[in-house]
């Protein structure tokens, strides 16, 4: 997977270090000269040295290569630009874009950015698990990383008809709630697993690939 991630401030610094370690091919687009060549000796990416507002800079980034594109710089018109430019590139699986002020998100969401965070509701870690985790529908992060409470989409037929309380709880993860149409519910005795459906499992963070393969392989 290919990922350009825009800004290599502390959020982006932080999100192409932990893809680096995940194995994935990253590149960072700073502006900042000096910024840049400190990152470059902190990062084993190709750190662009340009104005990602510029096609010629996203260019040279092969953004038309890209998987994923992330803007997370600290001006939100920046990263809104960026995000328009990149609906012209229909190999871009997923935009996702740092929005510093909330009352901003709406713009995003019209223009066709997929995920938007913010300072305030996340680090550079939930950035990593959207990227790295695709069958995770939604993530939050507990316990300073040790626990994690994941919503997935029931697709391992396999499972179909099979009791729920048959696989929870676990020693590693518990399934804490089952949607069906939209309507919560505890999983009792008679709670099967079924196609479009929808659960909620806190797992240990060490198990998280575990529970996922399972549930959403």
Partial sequence: MYVIIVGAGRVGLNLAQSLVHEGLNVTIIEDDEVMSEEVAEQVDAMVINGDATSIQVLEDADIAEADVFVAATGDDSINLLISVLCQNY??????????????????FKRVGVDVTVSPESTV???LERIITRPKVADLIVLGRGSTELLDLNIENSKLYGKPVLDYSPNENYIVCAVYENDELIIPQKDTVFHKDQKISVLAKATHVQEVTKLFAP
């Fill in 90 to 107: 229909d190999n871009i699986s997923k935009v996702i874009a740092r929005v510093n002020d909330l009352g901003h998100e709406s713009a």
């Fill in 124 to 126: 550079a870690a939930y």
